[in-house]
């Protein structure tokens, strides 16, 4: 590692002995008692790794940048799995350690040690976490890298990156405060009160101002300020970025998750003139396109896998040969309306998960009984078959696998095996 490299982790380290984030919570007990699982948790959505496997615990899991409480989180939900976590503060280690024991929690090791260094564990995972960590790091090609050498072939990597569109105006703001001094290191709590508010009086044409819905409440307390405004190594990505950073780390997409942020069919250029060139581009320069008209993600979730895993351990692709087999699965995070055009039955869903709220789908009466049946038990073949569906009849089979496919790329279904 270069000098300017080890500079870049040690000011990391010392913002997260500091200010550890996510805020740190004393006890899981609301986490447990309200069924929340951690983001791409196995224990909900193991599908989304191994499509064509039967649902296990029976995993080696690595959560690199463990933060404050997410392997505590996994864990608790998937206790036949081995998890190991690593990061590089002592206080979210620590704090990490508090939980377990709390909670006796007792399928997680701990190691402060930094992501690029994962080698020394001398392990291999099923499936590694890396969840708002790369963005921080001095060369995430290098971190991503050995992440992808510390996975099994059949692996899998759930990532989070900042988004580099929805964040622009974060950055500025993060180089009008480096530029007046205030480091995550110096700032008093007087200095945060400043900076709220330079915040509350942006002008409205500012680029913050402008998407300041989408952060929330994301800004009450000093760790959120700080992780958001002071953070000395932070980098946004566009999808074309990711997907740079995939094929330099030898590691390809397999999932994007909250497709509907970027398939250009879920937004109001579905119904446009251009959409009949966008159509025509390759999913990856949709995806690119899709983003690039709402231009305000804060972030991109998606799952990717070496180079070498077989296509067809993780391709669940409604078109495909073997299609009436496939099972759909509902997210468990949708939200279903009747629809006020009609009293014919037809549904209104769109998904809590969704940044957006003009992602929406809309399901008259014919798609809404289909709708229904779907349990993440029946194939495809059994549902049409409870609808009075022909399996010979072309014309139905081409509505489902459109239908279907509609469901999936507004993340309201995906397709097990
Ligand atoms: C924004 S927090 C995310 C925590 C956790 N992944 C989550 O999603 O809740 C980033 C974490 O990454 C850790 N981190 C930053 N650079 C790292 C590195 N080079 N190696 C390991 N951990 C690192 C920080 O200490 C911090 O705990």
């Known amino acids: 590692m270069?000098?300017?490299?080890?500079?870049?982790?040690?000011?990391?380290?010392?913002?997260?002995?500091?200010?550890?984030?996510?805020?740190?919570?004393?006890?899981?007990?609301?986490?447990?008692?309200?069924?929340?699982?951690?983001?791409?948790?196995?224990?909900?959505?193991?599908?989304?790794?191994?499509?064509?496997?039967?649902?296990?615990?029976?995993?080696?899991?690595?959560?690199?940048?463990?933060?404050?409480s997410q392997a505590a989180k996994i864990a608790v939900n998937v206790p036949g799995a081995?998890?190991?976590?690593?990061?590089?503060?002592?206080r979210s280690i620590e704090h990490t350690r508090m939980l377990l024991r709390k909670h006796g929690i007792t399928n997680v090791e701990l190691h402060l040690l930094p992501v690029e260094q994962v080698a020394s564990l001398k392990k291999r995972f099923d499936l590694i976490?890396?969840?708002?960590?790369?963005?921080?790091?001095?060369?995430?090609?290098?971190?991503?890298?050995?992440?992808?050498?510390?996975?099994?072939?059949?692996?899998?990597i759930y990532v989070m990156l900042y988004g580099k569109y929805g964040r622009d105006g974060v950055y500025y703001l993060q180089e009008l405060i480096r530029r007046v001094g205030l480091t995550a290191m110096n700032a008093t709590s007087d200095d945060?009160?400043?900076?709220?508010?330079?915040?509350?009086?942006?002008?409205?044409?500012?680029?913050?101002?402008?998407?300041?819905?989408?952060f929330g409440d994301n800004m009450q307390v000093a760790e959120e300020l700080v992780d958001l405004f002071l953070h000395p190594q932070d980098r946004g990505y566009s999808i074309p970025d990711i997907y740079d950073l995939l094929a330099r780390c030898g590691l390809k997409m397999q999932r994007v998750l909250l497709r509907a942020h970027y398939d250009p069919r879920c937004s109001a250029l579905r119904d446009m003139k251009l959409y009949q060139r966008v159509r025509k581009l390759p999913l990856p320069d949709q995806?690119?396109?899709?983003?690039?008209?709402?231009?305000?993600?804060?972030?991109h979730f998606f799952i990717a896998c070496p180079n070498e895993r077989a296509?067809?351990?993780?391709?669940?692709?409604?078109?495909?040969?073997?299609?009436?087999?496939?099972i759909p699965v509902r997210h468990p995070m949708i939200d279903i309306k009747p629809s006020h055009a009609s009293n014919t039955g037809a549904q209104i869903l769109s998904s809590p998960q969704h940044q957006f709220p003009d992602i929406q789908y809309s399901l008259p009466g014919r798609e809404s009984a289909f709708f229904r049946r779907i349990n993440g038990e029946r194939s495809v073949g059994e549902i049409m078959t409870t609808v009075g569906l022909g399996a010979s009849d072309d014309s139905a089979a081409q509505w489902v696998r459109n239908f279907l496919e509609d469901l999936d790329a507004h993340d309201f279904i995906w397709l097990r095996g």
Not at 131 to 146: C, F, I, R, S
Request: a negative charge; charged letters at 25%; glycine letters at 6%.
């Open 287 to 299: 995806f690119a396109v899709g983003e690039l008209f709402r231009a305000a993600s804060l972030m």
């Open 129 to 156: 976490f890396a969840t708002g960590v790369l963005h921080h790091l001095a060369d995430p090609v290098v971190g991503m890298t050995e992440l992808r050498r510390a996975l099994r072939t059949d692996g899998s």
């Open 192 to 214: 945060l009160d400043a900076i709220v508010s330079l915040i509350n009086h942006l002008p409205r044409y500012h680029s913050f101002s402008a998407k300041r819905e989408f």
């Open 82 to 90: 081995r998890v190991t976590a690593i990061d590089i503060s002592e």
């Open 311 to 326: 296509d067809d351990t993780y391709i669940t692709d409604i078109q495909c040969d073997h299609w009436r087999e496939l």
């Open 2 to 68: 270069n000098p300017d490299d080890r500079n870049i982790i040690t000011l990391v380290k010392q913002q997260y002995e500091r200010f550890p984030y996510p805020v740190a919570i004393e006890s899981l007990e609301q986490f447990i008692s309200s069924g929340a699982r951690q983001g791409g948790c196995p224990s909900l959505c193991f599908h989304w790794y191994w499509p064509y496997r039967a649902k296990t615990d029976d995993l080696d899991i690595l959560i690199a940048g463990c933060g404050t």
